[in-house]
């Protein structure tokens, strides 16, 4: 595909380019690139193989034999120039992509709106029915954790990108348009230009190929007519839509998401409930639906892709929730995505909407200044700022101050313009209570967004709970597998007492709980958790004492700890926890066993907190333990006591001893894991590690993760994998094992 040498990208750090990066890292290829500073896609480029270079010089090339860069890399750009000089090979980003297709079925998905929320949603569908695509979209997307992922199956799904024409560098074998407008036009000029490029998308297809319109766009509709290939339409009206989405109920009873009948050519297929917002979205999902429906994906398969799908970054992305405020961070920045994103957070009910609009472009500014005017009618309360000029030149007499103008001018009773460096701080003295607060553009404006939720975050807490609360912590830092992102709140209560506190202003404000116990188990997203992280770690909840023959236990108690007290106090019982890590709270929860045995063997009472503040003590006969559970959910597990029967001490030490032993005979204790990932399958026969092993995947990477060459059940962190790693790793190791053995492998790990 490539010449001998790395892969250089020239802009490595962008959403398109880095997505792009990331699949010729996953197909084996060295990579490089450069960008002007680090950010997050960087850190995730480098964890994952890449070279990473800051600043922009001639001598970055050195090496390479293949540099790709973007439209907005000018072709006096000093890498660039250095290329062409050497005589490497250059390519324009789409080219790369074009080469990575290239033996796929491929499904581009394009259009002024909604690209990546549609590629994203076809990616989903084709995943929930076991084909494993390969999936390149323009933005983060939370479901499978980053902008691209790798699939060893025959289809690959693509965000074409229409802005410079570089979507006729693609040979789709179908193809979605969500729509149509005037947008871009320093490149195209006209209208009938624009109009012209999705003519000849569209005879990029072969033949027999297909593409799917959405026909509440006009010039959609105008072009399915002119039967260039095969059309389908679909959209809200049935008299002019193959397929169509009726009953569309949004935000039920306040909860974000929309719910739509789907029918198709007069039958209707069924109900789809969506976790994301907004008319647009539903259109969004049919173009999915089509697509589906064209590759014999079951409607059941489809209904279950598109409820999973958890949305993307920068698209209706909630960046703060609790009973008072909504804070959330959009990258509408056209009037068409504004009017329809306004429009969907009407939907959610909230008293009021405050909008914080940034331009974006002097050339859009220009160009749709009187489309600007009329398209914040849904926010009660709006503050314009200056424009971000992304890498454009200012244009004179075009500023944030002509989108203020032609807003007021068209009658909005409630706007004012702000400077961007004050814009924070003009929000925050208008907040009030009830409000649903939205950043709008494609800029920087979510660092606003940001600033508001951090303001927040450490005021909702303050003066209630005496323990420890920080704020977008990392979660690697907190689990034996290293890996995770951030938790919204990191929260370690003094005590039972402030626990019930920590509960208490969760359930006023609607934050969601989470407990983490030694954080042995678990494998949280790249992406974080929301809301409240609960971890019981301080010393009150690492207490142990004895007494009448009963041992009891708080929950953050280690097992190691809790084993040498109960041996100190001539007590036994608890070998067997001696290789399983973590707390004694997780060990109950999960009824932790090994060696034959579990912990519900052992257990007298537990005493619990309920999420709603209510203290109750459970007796073992109260508890639905089962294998590797223990049945109680909504609570947290504050204490256990135990019956443990007498020992001899030497025996039981020299026990611990083999174990210790064949631990290390066994597994790999050099590299961080969560010890055993998949359940041993409840009919008998084989255990999982044996499975995994006869299926050949001992040794098998992908990205930093690793299925253990020692112990087959294993996966490891050979140092900087991602969960994404790791679970597109689960998911290998369980297909394979299904293909091989029809036994569907069940994870021991809880994952969010």
């Not at 410079?164 to 179908?174: G, K, R």
């Not at 598109?306 to 008072?324: C, H, I, N, P, Q």
Request: aromatic letters at 8%; a neutral charge.
């Amino acid at each position: 595909m490539t010449a001998p040498g790395a892969v250089h990208f020239i802009g490595i750090g962008g959403v398109g380019m880095s997505g792009i990066a990331r699949m010729y890292l996953s197909m084996g290829h060295a990579v490089q690139g450069s960008d002007v500073k680090r950010n997050a896609m960087l850190d995730a480029l480098e964890s994952d193989g890449a070279r990473i270079l800051i600043g922009h010089d001639p001598g970055h090339v050195t090496g390479a034999g293949l540099v790709v860069y973007s439209s907005s890399i000018p072709e006096n750009h000093p890498e660039r120039v250095a290329a062409k000089a050497k005589g490497m090979r250059l390519i324009h980003r789409s080219e790369a992509l074009a080469e990575l297709c290239r033996g796929k079925f491929t499904i581009a998905v394009t259009g002024t709106h909604g690209k990546t929320t549609t590629t994203a949603l076809v990616g989903m569908v084709l995943k929930e029915a076991g084909r494993d695509p390969s999936i390149v979209v323009g933005g983060v997307v939370n479901s499978f954790g980053g902008n691209a992922c790798y699939g060893q199956g025959p289809e690959v799904v693509i965000e074409a990108d229409e802005s410079d024409s570089s979507f006729l560098n693609f040979s789709p074998s179908v193809e979605v348009i969500t729509n149509i407008e005037a947008e871009h036009m320093d490149h195209f000029g006209t209208m009938e230009c624009v109009e012209t490029a999705y003519r000849d998308f569209i005879r990029r297809l072969p033949p027999e190929g297909e593409w799917f319109g959405c026909s509440e766009d006009p010039r959609v509709l105008k072009i399915a007519g002119m039967g260039l290939r095969k059309a389908t339409r679909y959209g809200f009206d049935p008299e002019r839509s193959e397929l169509y989405a009726t009953d569309i109920v949004e935000c039920e009873n306040g909860v974000r998401g929309v719910a739509f009948k789907v029918w198709r050519k007069g039958e209707c297929l069924g109900l789809v409930k969506l976790r994301i917002v907004g008319r647009h979205n539903v259109l969004n999902a049919l173009g999915a639906i089509g697509v589906g429906i064209k590759l014999g994906v079951s409607f059941g398969q489809i209904v279950s892709g598109l409820e999973k799908y958890e949305g993307a970054g920068r698209r209706f992305d909630v960046r703060y929730e609790d009973s008072k405020f909504l804070v959330v961070d959009d990258y509408a920045h056209h009037p068409t995505e504004i009017r329809e994103t306004l429009k969907a957070a009407k939907g959610l009910n909230r008293k009021r909407i405050v909008a914080l609009f940034q331009p974006h472009r002097y050339t859009r500014t220009q160009a749709l200044l009187e489309e600007f005017g009329n398209s914040f009618w849904a926010a009660d309360k709006l503050f314009i700022t200056d424009i971000y000029a992304a890498s454009e030149e200012p244009i004179p007499g075009v500023s944030g101050a002509n989108v203020y103008r032609a807003v007021k001018g068209a009658g909005h009773p409630n706007v004012l313009f702000i400077e961007r460096n004050r814009a924070a701080q003009a929000v925050l003295q208008e907040v009030q209570a009830g409000d649903l607060v939205i950043a709008l553009g494609a800029g920087d404006i979510f660092q606003v967004a940001d600033e508001l939720s951090d303001f927040l975050k450490r005021n909702i807490f303050s003066g209630r709970v005496r323990g420890k609360v920080l704020f977008n912590e990392a979660l690697s830092k907190h689990t034996s597998l290293k890996v995770g992102g951030p938790a919204e709140f990191w929260i370690e209560p003094e005590d039972e007492e402030d626990l019930e506190s920590v509960l208490s202003v969760c359930l006023e404000n609607g934050i969601k709980i989470t407990v983490f116990g030694g954080g042995s188990n678990v494998l949280p997203p790249d992406s974080g958790l929301k809301g409240a992280v609960i971890h019981l770690n301080s010393l009150y909840f690492r207490k142990i004492w004895e007494e009448n023959g009963r041992v009891t236990a708080r929950a953050g108690v280690p097992n190691t700890l809790f084993i040498q007290y109960a041996l100190g106090q001539g007590l036994g019982g608890l070998e067997f926890l001696s290789g399983i890590p973590g707390c004694v709270g997780g060990a109950v929860a999960m009824n932790a066993g090994s060696h034959g045995q579990s912990v519900d063997t052992l257990v007298e009472r537990v005493r619990v907190v309920y999420f709603s503040g209510e203290r109750r003590t459970l007796k073992k006969n109260e508890i639905s333990f089962n294998y590797r559970s223990s049945g109680l959910g909504d609570c947290i597990i504050t204490e256990a006591s135990f019956a443990l029967p007498k020992c001899d001490g030497a025996r039981i030490r020299k026990l611990l001893e083999e174990y210790r032993g064949y631990r290390a005979r066994t597994q790999d204790l050099w590299h961080a894991s969560a010890g055993c990932m998949f359940k041993n399958p409840a009919e008998g026969g084989a255990s999982s590690g044996k499975l995994i092993e006869d299926a050949g995947l001992k040794g098998r990477t992908l990205g930093k993760a690793q299925v253990s060459p020692k112990h087959a059940n294993f996966i490891v962190n050979l140092g900087g994998a991602s969960s994404r790693d790791v679970r597109a790793l689960i998911e290998e190791v369980k297909k394979t094992v299904y293909e091989k053995f029809h036994v569907e492998l069940e994870t021991e790990v809880k994952i969010f």
